[in-house]
């Protein structure tokens, strides 16, 4: 019977390939009713950045012949030198009718270097079977009922015995994580500059500047940064873009005009990288820490000024 195939796009060249492969995915002969069959083509030497539009199989009618499991391409072998591979492509299809089957050619339509054709594979006919069934066998093979028994005290203990190691196991969990949480609590807050400098000088070190490491360079840097600053200006920056950031410390008397210009570049160029896929020189990557650094250090000291001047009146 014929199965109606509707194409992606529209096809301007029909290369023949051979044949596509129709594979029941259960381990005898014949194919019955409601079988799963793996309908699909492979195809060697595919060059790297060829791209393939598939045939739409959703609209098979499902009483007849229905698709259980849409496309799937694995690779089969990849040449690396040569920039070939040989893929598979395949869809799942389940017949819930007997009789003769035969589907519509396959198509495949490829595109590379701007040059579209469509790759055309011959699809096999196969036969559908009701599944047989001997009645007469069923009736005189009935299974007879379960018998039952009740339940002995060997039987239960290793389930009652799991159940006491597994209820052991969680009050010690819970005990262990309450006196971890009461040491926390007790534990003295660091101040924001200490934690800071510390999670900066993590980043020191030009192994963190390669371009596919970058992101997470200035990622980095920037938290830390917005950390203090949340903390030290009592701003909310974390939540922040780099605008609203440097709008609300514009004019802070703590912070130089240097000094904002410096760091307000530095989280300019992180955006850059981060969002924009930007790759910031290495003269510019060995400065980053240093700012941030000095951006820390010079906030901090005019507030240790402040309290020591506050101690002497």
Excluded: C
């Excluded at 002969?29 to 199989?57: A, H, M, P």
């Amino acid at each position: 019977m014929n199965i109606l195939a509707s194409i992606l796009v529209v096809f301007l060249e029909i290369v023949p390939q051979g044949d596509a492969f129709m594979r029941p995915m259960q381990k005898r002969d014949s194919i019955y009713v409601g079988d799963r069959l793996e309908y699909g083509f492979e195809l060697n030497d595919v060059k790297k950045g060829t791209v393939f539009s598939l045939q739409d199989f959703k609209s098979l009618p499902a009483d007849t012949l229905a698709l259980v499991r849409d496309w799937k391409v694995d690779t089969l072998k990849f040449r690396r030198r040569q920039g070939l591979m040989d893929i598979r492509g395949s869809v799942v299809l389940a017949p819930f009718e007997e009789g003769d089957f035969h589907l519509p050619p396959m198509l495949v339509q490829r595109q590379l270097d701007g040059k579209i054709d469509t790759l055309r594979f011959e699809t096999p006919e196969f036969h559908v079977a009701e599944f047989p069934l001997d009645s007469a066998r069923l009736a005189e093979n009935a299974l007879a009922p379960l018998a039952r028994y009740p339940l002995t005290y060997a039987e239960l203990f290793p389930w009652l015995a799991g159940a006491d190691i597994l209820l052991i196991a969680l009050i010690v969990a819970i005990v262990l994580w309450r006196r971890r949480a009461r040491r926390e609590e007790e534990k003295p807050s660091e101040p924001a500059h200490i934690t800071a400098l510390r999670k900066l000088d993590t980043y020191r070190g030009n192994q963190y500047w390669a371009p596919e490491k970058q992101k997470g360079f200035y990622s980095g840097v920037t938290d830390a940064l917005k950390n203090y600053i949340e903390s030290r200006f009592g701003v909310d920056a974390p939540e922040m873009t780099t605008a609203e950031v440097f709008d609300a410390l514009k004019g802070d008397k703590d912070i130089s005009p240097e000094l904002f210009g410096e760091t307000r570049e530095l989280f300019e160029t992180a955006d850059f990288v981060k969002f924009a896929k930007h790759t910031a020189p290495d003269d510019y990557n060995a400065k980053v820490v240093p700012i941030a650094v000095k951006f820390v250090t010079d906030t901090y000291r005019t507030t240790l000024e402040e309290e020591q001047e506050k101690d002497v009146l």
